[in-house]
């Protein structure tokens, strides 16, 4: 139940008290002299908003300020609306007027959100021109397109904006009509993904043309459902969690498909698959690292920024530079159309060509605006490029021991040694006997070079290269030895692996985005961190040889999935999690 509480009489004519209603409010009428008695019937768990009875505003505007639920406190022009964790600090005066109350909270150190609206109305007239004046602008405003507007994100890549939006906002509408939630769309387009990828399994021409348009159906409905939550406000941490890991589950199940159509047909794309799904979620890491070293960085200016800032100035530009890093729309258009008119293992030629070539543009740029400008990192950005390194008990051991020598070394010594360690690891994989020592002396190597990586806060102008150095190691390290093993079934179980581990690192990030931090450090302990997992796989492949070393990987992956799992979910659907939604329309 919420209450919104009217500070004085209805203005004869006013559909306010209608809208309150409409959007789930009860309505109170108070005179102003008992608004503190007023306010404190409404009982403790109770949203409350105190509204201005001469406010004219659009349904929408006070629908963005009365039920988002990833706000505590938000306000517009007279009005103000609490949740129940605030109440504490709405301290209520003879008289107060919402703008006033708002202010004193925000004065207290709390925040409040005021929604941008654009060119939506809501004012507070002080005389019966001025009120005209209110209602003929907003009269004026076609506020249901200004809605279906505001549910398309405006960083979109060139594909979702041009091809899929113009009508799937329209199907956000027709679901919320209906009473539809976020969470059954994003479920809806997990099986339809889910489906797709159990037509590319069959190996057919029908199934791969089958697989194509289920891909882009899912694509459609990933759309909607985040229009759809934006639509009706309907954001929760169960949406979150399933926003922050359908996306990539989707991507890798649609992989695994392909490579299990491709083996029906006597072609073995295995290993294909799974560098795909290495250099994309490395590639993930290098976005999410360098925007959490950068995101609350002092003196954060570089000339290469400005540059990037002039060339999205420039129309065409931008599209070309949004295109060029493939973005979700772009590579799942691509992959769909792939699947239905060629084979898989062009598909995958062409996601690894498409995706090298992104990686190497986003990364180069990075590089060079972390060099060139003189950013200052907070002890925050430091802390969360700690968590997305994912050190176990090994590398932290080294860190302490040599924790005094690094401080001597130079800025650059964190991403050089972690470049070399990864060079170490995966060109011995690749060229040693796989079921010999050196790989597993090279990955012993590599938990004191993992160690003086991380010996000293991550602050350096490229530090937030470290993280992906690391998943760049363990992911291509357990690809090459798989893929270089005679075990039958080893790069399908290694696939799994992989899986497993890149959904601890997703679900990392989407924590330390939502505030609330890494997962509990026992967790990243008990799965060995990444140079305790690259030290299990390279003694496996010491030790056990044909099938023994895919049954390793299997019982390997299967340990680790159910390990992290149990903990998201508890983590996710516990009152504690953020309602984290990604708003940005950055790539995925």
């Known amino acids: 139940m919420s209450t919104a509480i009217l500070t004085g009489p209805p203005v004869a004519g006013s559909q306010l ?24 019937a409404v ?3 109770e ?4 509204v201005d009875p001469r406010l004219v505003a659009h349904r929408h505007a006070l629908r963005l300020a009365l039920t988002d639920p990833r706000f505590d406190v938000s306000a517009l022009p007279g009005l103000l609306r609490v949740e129940p964790v605030r109440r504490a600090a709405l301290a209520p ?4 007027t919402p703008d006033e109350l708002a202010a004193a909270i925000e004065a207290s150190g709390v925040p409040v959100q005021r929604p941008d609206l654009g060119v939506l109305v809501a004012r507070v007239p002080a005389d019966a021109d001025e009120r005209a004046a209110a209602q003929a602008a907003a009269d004026g405003v076609d506020e249901e397109r200004v809605r279906l507007n505001s549910v398309v994100k405006a960083r979109d890549g060139f594909f979702t904006t041009f091809f899929i939006s113009p009508f799937s906002r329209y199907i956000a509408r027709w679901c919320a009509r209906r009473g539809l939630t976020p969470n059954q769309v994003t479920t809806a387009s997990l099986i339809t993904a889910l489906i797709a990828a159990g037509c590319a399994a069959t190996g057919t021409r029908g199934g791969y043309a089958a697989a194509g348009v289920l891909l882009l159906l899912s694509f459609v409905l990933d759309c909607t459902d985040g229009q759809l939550a934006r639509y009706s406000l309907q954001y929760s941490t169960l949406g979150a969690w399933l926003d922050a890991t359908f996306d990539r589950a989707k991507e890798y199940a649609y992989y695994a498909g392909l490579a299990l159509g491709a083996a029906r047909g006597g072609d073995d794309v295995w290993a294909l698959a799974l560098a795909a799904m ?8 290098v976005d999410f690292s360098f925007n959490e070293a950068n995101h609350d960085a002092t003196a954060n200016t570089s000339p290469t920024a400005a540059l990037s800032d002039r060339l999205d100035s420039v129309g065409w530009t931008v599209w070309a530079r949004r295109m060029i890093v493939l973005p979700i729309g772009e590579r799942w258009a691509m992959i769909a159309v792939l699947t239905a008119f060629t084979t898989p293992r062009v598909v995958f030629y062409a996601l690894l060509v498409g995706c090298s070539l992104a990686a190497c543009y986003t990364t180069a740029g990075r590089v060079l605006r972390s060099l060139t400008r003189r950013a200052r990192r907070t002890d925050r950005a430091a802390g ?4 997305l390194a994912d050190s176990g008990a090994l590398a932290e051991g080294w860190a302490k021991v040599l924790a005094e020598p690094a401080r001597r070394l130079p800025g650059f010594t964190a991403p050089a040694v972690a470049a070399l360690g990864t060079a170490v690891i995966i060109v011995t994989a690749a060229l040693a006997p796989v079921h010999g020592p050196w790989p597993l002396v090279a990955a012993i190597a590599c938990t004191a070079s993992s160690g003086l990586a991380v010996a000293r806060p991550l602050k350096g102008a490229l530090d937030w290269l ?3 150095f690391f998943r760049a190691a363990e992911y291509t390290t357990i690809l090459v030895l798989a893929a270089r093993s005679a075990s039958d079934g080893a790069l399908p179980a290694a696939f799994g692996l992989v899986a497993a581990v890149a959904y601890h690192h997703y679900d990392t990030v989407y924590r330390i985005r939502g505030g609330t931090g890494a997962p509990p450090h026992r967790l990243v302990l008990a799965i060995g961190g990444h140079e305790g997992r690259v030290l299990v796989v390279t003694a496996a492949a010491l030790v056990l040889h044909s099938t023994g070393f895919t049954i390793a990987l299997t019982a390997f992956a299967a340990a680790l999935a159910l390990t992290v799992l149990i903990e998201s979910i508890r983590f996710w659907v516990s009152s504690g999690a953020p309602a984290v939604h990604d708003e940005s329309g950055e790539p995925a």
Do not use: I, K, N, S
């Open 384 to 387: 969360a490029l700690a968590d």
């Open 17 to 40: 008290e209608g809208d309150l209603e409409a959007l789930g409010y009860q309505v109170v009428v108070t005179d102003g002299d008992d608004l503190t008695t007023r306010v404190a």
């Open 47 to 50: 949203r409350l908003a105190l």
């Open 93 to 96: 005066a003879r008289g107060a």
């Open 466 to 468: 470290v993280p992906p």
């Open 43 to 45: 009982p403790a768990g």
């Open 278 to 285: 290495v250099l994309q979620t490395c590639r993930h890491v």
